[in-house]
Nanobody, 131 residues
Framework: QVQVVESGGGSVEAGGSLTLSCAAS????????VGWFRQAPGKEREAVAGIYTGPGTAFYVDDVKGRFTISQNSANNTIDLQMNKLKPEDTAMYYC????????????????????????WGRGTQVTVSS
């Protein structure tokens, strides 16, 4: 059973940067799919970015393209979400989710993110961006 733990949230001014980390453990999957999601107060949870760890395929929603980067941190064995040029509307609880990967294309990754099709979820880490 996969366990997921997020870290790295905090408060920052608009235009600043934060890096979130996701540690997934407890499974022997060769290829993981990891997704970052966020939920602001009063809003539905939405996908932010995802990655297939095997081929390294990444996907971003339009709102964060060019500002956020998802990557594999081999030194820490985490999936990191580097967030730059943060805006107040990025304020939310950010969740990491992980599961076994069955594909490798950006199209399949987008579908999985849109369906929030993950079996293991973390408890979230808060990101607050002030104007």
């Amino acid at each position: 059973q996969v366990q997921v733990v997020e870290s790295g949230g905090g408060s920052v001014e608009a235009g600043g940067s934060l890096t979130l980390s996701c540690a997934a453990s407890g499974s022997t999957y060769i290829n993981y799919v990891v997704g970052w999601f966020r939920q602001a107060p009063g809003k539905e949870r939405e996908a932010v970015a995802g990655i297939y760890t095997g081929p390294g395929t990444a996907f971003y929603v339009d709102d964060v393209k060019g500002r956020f980067t998802i990557s594999q941190n081999s030194a820490n064995n985490t999936i990191d979400l580097q967030m730059n040029k943060l805006k107040p509307e990025d304020t939310a609880m950010y969740y990491c989710a992980a599961d076994q990967a069955y594909g490798g294309s950006s199209h399949s990754l987008a579908l999985r993110l849109r369906g929030a099709d993950f079996r293991a979820w973390g408890r979230g880490t808060q990101v607050t961006v002030s104007s």
